[in-house]
């Protein structure tokens, strides 16, 4: 049997799939919907500036190591550790706070408002520790053919854990530490999983330890997108063949493999095997038509939160912020418990601006800044009419001006809103949800849709909605899960 791959989506996932397969002497052909590759990790090159659509940095960065040592080159991409990792700013505290790496240059800043914060501060990541090396390699990086494997993994991981599993990750932190201020700081990392602090689990604070003490974040060189750029020409040395503007609709099969799928223009495309980098439950639904993912059981599931996200090109310079930064206000729990739901949240928005030219020049022209804002936002099932996402953004505007104390609408050349509304349009993702299905207890691991299709033998998933979960990392790790799927397929075939 020839060993022909047809990925669907060129998304991180599906490059990294890609690679893995083309070094193992896989035929790889990749389809792709929009115009150029990179799924949410993407580009806009607009009016002379340059901005990244989707992650902004990036973190486990042992994980493409790794990935590159699988696959015999060097990263094709140049990263730098972030120190600070970032910077918050409160609306009712006139400090900003520099979320730095180190412990005591972090905790200098808390001495007048978290008494201890130091020793605390050790203390809770030495915890984090112990739960990231449990589980990471038992429950993260591990296929499981069945719910009984899953459950004989969980038992391999130290019980002490196991009350972790009752709480929130909000809970754990507020145990922990006793200013608000403090407190916000160390749960905003939840949000990068798509819920918020109130409604992730607790496990989740090994984040912390991955974030301050394991490993921290990284700038990419010329943006983020450079790490796509560079997957694809590592690709097109193998003679990876890449099919823009492309859309799988439907498919040709039988009952245990399909043969052939169909894009937008009626064009069959048939491989040996089929790589899936589209949203996992939403191709199963979509595409498939699978009865497990219907349109009435893809909406029990719980789903990531949406994104307002834009793109501000300035022809002027501010000086007084940072590359990665977060603005908060004063309602914070009920600012995040309402974030989901309640499109009236975004009154006072919660935000997070991202200035790309302050460490890529290249990004933006001379004198100018290149800006990108985040504002977590009701997905489609709660919010889906955007009309008034002009009005959204102007009001996010003026409070970072007055944050700031710079008004930038008269220096504002470039704008480019996307809602979640764009993001489910452009990324086939359900309801806008930024990351795909939460990562709930029920939607982990095993109780995840599998990175194998249910009923046809030779299509394979790769990305946020199938194992092990959302983000750069996971979907590196997700891409050698899937490439072990694969080569245990073709094992038993010969």
């Not at 799988?248 to 043969?259: L, T």
């Amino acid at each position: 049997m020839n060993k022909n791959v047809l990925i669907v989506g060129a998304g991180i996932g599906g490059l990294a799939t890609a690679l893995r397969l083309v070094k193992n002497g896989y035929n790889v052909k990749i389809l792709e919907k929009n115009f150029q590759a990179g799924g949410r990790l993407n580009r806009i090159s607009q009016d002379g500036f340059v901005f990244d659509t989707g992650p902004s940095f990036f973190s486990m960065s042992y994980e493409f190591e790794e990935f590159a040592r699988d696959c015999g080159i060097k990263i094709p991409f140049k990263y730098t550790p972030l120190e600070p990792l970032y910077t918050v700013n409160f609306s009712d505290n006139p400090n900003t706070f520099f979320i730095y790496k180190d412990a005591k240059r972090l905790s200098e800043q808390f001495v007048k408002i978290e008494p201890e914060f130091e020793k605390k501060f050790i203390k809770y990541l030495e915890k984090r520790k112990k739960i990231f090396n449990d589980t990471i390699d038992v429950v993260i990086k591990r296929n499981f053919d069945s719910f009984l494997s899953y459950v004989v993994s969980l038992m391999q991981v130290n019980p002490i854990h196991l009350p972790l599993l009752f709480k929130s990750f909000w809970r754990e932190v507020v145990k922990n530490f006793s200013s608000k201020e403090a407190r916000q700081i160390i749960s905003l990392v939840a949000f990068f999983l798509g819920r918020t602090p109130f409604d992730t689990n607790s496990v989740y604070t090994l984040l912390s330890y991955v974030e301050f003490e394991h490993d921290g974040y990284y700038n990419v060189e010329g943006g983020m997108y450079q790490i796509v750029e560079g997957l694809v020409k590592e690709l097109e040395k193998g003679k990876t063949q890449f099919f823009y503007n492309t859309e799988i609709v439907d498919y040709i099969g039988n009952q245990n493999a399909v043969e052939s799928l169909i894009d937008q223009n009626g064009n069959k495309w048939g491989s040996d095997i089929f790589v899936i980098n589209s949203d996992a439950a939403y191709f199963r639904n979509k595409v498939f038509k699978s009865k497990s993912y219907s349109n009435e059981k893809l909406s029990k599931m719980t789903w990531t939160m949406g994104y307002l996200t834009f793109y501000i090109g300035l022809k002027c310079k501010i000086p007084q912020i940072y590359h990665h930064n977060y603005f908060l206000g004063s309602n914070y729990e009920e600012y995040a418990n309402g974030i989901l739901h309640n499109p009236n949240s975004l009154q006072k928005p919660y935000y997070y601006v991202n200035v790309l030219s302050k460490h890529n020049k290249e990004c933006a022209p001379d004198g100018c800044e290149s800006l990108f804002f985040v504002c977590p936002v009701p997905n489609l099932q709660y919010k889906n009419n955007w009309d008034d996402k002009e009005e959204i953004v102007d009001n996010i505007i003026k409070d970072f001006c007055k944050r700031i104390n710079q008004n930038i609408f008269p220096d504002i050349v470039s704008k480019t809103i996307f809602t979640p509304v764009d993001w489910q349009n452009k990324f086939n993702l359900y309801l806008g949800s930024g990351l795909g299905l939460a990562h709930y207890m029920n939607q982990i691991g095993a109780f995840r849709p599998p990175n194998y299709d249910e009923r046809f033998k030779n299509v394979f998933y790769v990305g946020a909605s199938t194992i092990p979960g959302s983000g750069l990392p996971m979907a590196i790790i997700s891409s050698k899960l899937v490439c072990e799927r694969i080569n245990k397929y073709i094992a038993k075939l010969q």
